[in-house]
Nanobody
Framework: QVQLVESGGSLVQPGGSLRLSCAAS????????IGWFRQAPGKEREGVSC?????????YYKDSVKGRFTISRDNAKNTVYLQMNSLKPEDTAVYYC??????????????????WGQGTQVTVSS
């Protein structure tokens, strides 16, 4: 059974850090590009970062998170991470990971992502 499971979301103060995990089961994650999306209440889902298949490992970031978020892979654990530093209240959202053919092809278009996790809540508040 193909499954993605996100974890690591929590309540954190502004300026704090979190590391989200996206663990795959039923398939090898290194053969897919992986994107991280987020959806805040009342807002559309938006892509924030993407990492290419392991052979290339190219990373992409939306301007709103560039310099603060880092996406990475651990193929041995079949997991992709999103390290989030200097968190802001506007980062509050449910965060999702999803698979796609290539970051450049999908360009954060959610319809071009195939498998999705259930999401993990990140709340940035004092």
């Amino acid at each position: 059974q193909v499954q993605l499971v996100e974890s690591g979301g929590s309540l954190v103060q502004p300026g704090g850090s979190l590391r989200l995990s996206c663990a795959a089961s039923g398939f090898n994650l290194d053969r897919y590009a992986i994107g991280w999306f987020r959806q805040a209440p009342g807002k559309e889902r938006e892509g924030v970062s993407c990492i290419s298949v392991s052979a290339f490992g190219t990373t992409y970031y939306k301007d709103s998170v560039k310099g603060r978020f880092t996406i990475s892979r651990d193929n041995a654990k079949n997991t992709v991470y999103l390290q989030m530093n200097s968190l802001k209240p506007e980062d509050t959202a449910v965060y999702y990971c999803a698979t796609t053919q290539a970051c450049e092809y999908s360009n954060y278009d959610a319809t071009r992502y195939d498998y999705w996790g259930q999401g993990t809540q990140v709340t940035v508040s004092s």
